[in-house]
């Protein structure tokens, strides 16, 4: 039973290009949506977050998008950059709950110089 | 500001053998987190600290599976006896719990196990 899931294991892109990450949720508590990027050898780091009271959030490069009727979230990043390339994981939470998070299985993303 | 520490880095061992796995939060972090990484997966959370009480344990297999944070700091991760699916990468991760809705959570880089 995966709550969250992001169906592309993987995505190649060419630098200097746009790159959308997708991830759907099938749980209707989550009000708060987190993208981690983790590289090899490392722990996860935090990227950019969007609450559900917002539909689009965005940092430098990194726009969060949210479509809630949907149950829909994708991560553009312009332009991508070859140390873009990383694994990235959509973790939702509740804010209800303990505010754990769920995460998806990652998006290896690879940025091409 | 240090990070996040775990140790060992690599752990190898064969089943039915015990681990254990340390980490040491970010300071004044007062909750704590273990996950469990499979390869191909998302990071799954085996157990919640808030200070040095269980907010949550309800994935961890009690069986074999124990943690503690005795003095609300540190915390252990044992494993006795393991399995061949034990093997995975076992991360540690702290958050401050100021009373906000968004906790970011910081990983530490992770123990590799592998149970043969």
């Known amino acids: 039973d995966q709550q969250v899931k992001q169906n592309s294991p993987s995505l190649s892109v060419q630098e200097g290009r746009i790159s959308i990450l997708n991830c759907d949720y099938t749980n209707s508590m989550f009000d708060y949506f987190l993208w981690y990027k983790k590289y090899p050898a490392e722990g996860p780091t935090f990227l950019i977050s969007?609450?559900?009271?917002?539909d689009k959030n965005e940092d430098g490069r990194f726009t969060v998008f949210l479509n809630k009727s949907a149950k829909h979230l994708s991560l553009h990043i312009v332009p991508s950059q070859p140390g873009d390339s990383a694994v990235y994981f959509c973790a939702p939470f509740s804010s209800g709950s303990a505010r754990q998070l769920t995460f998806g299985s990652g998006t290896q993303l690879t940025v091409l110089p | 500001e240090a990070g996040v520490a775990q140790s060992p880095r690599y752990k190898i061992i064969e089943k039915r053998q015990s681990v254990a796995f340390w980490c040491n939060p970010i300071?004044?972090?007062?909750?704590l987190y273990w996950y469990q990484q499979i390869l191909g997966q998302g990071p799954k959370l085996l157990i919640q600290?808030?200070?040095?009480?269980?907010?949550?344990d309800s994935q961890l297999p009690k069986d074999r599976f124990s943690a503690e944070r005795l003095k609300g700091v540190d915390s252990t991760l044992k494993i006795q006896p393991a399995k061949l699916e034990d093997s995975a990468v076992y991360l540690c991760?702290?958050?401050?719990?100021?009373?906000?809705?968004?906790?970011?959570?910081?990983f530490g880089p992770g123990t590799r196990l592998l149970v043969l």
């Open positions: 969007i609450s559900s009271i917002k």
């Open positions: 600290f808030q200070n040095n009480g269980v907010v949550d």
């Open positions: 991760a702290s958050s401050l719990l100021a009373g906000g809705h968004q906790e970011t959570q910081y």
């Open positions: 300071s004044g972090h007062a909750t």
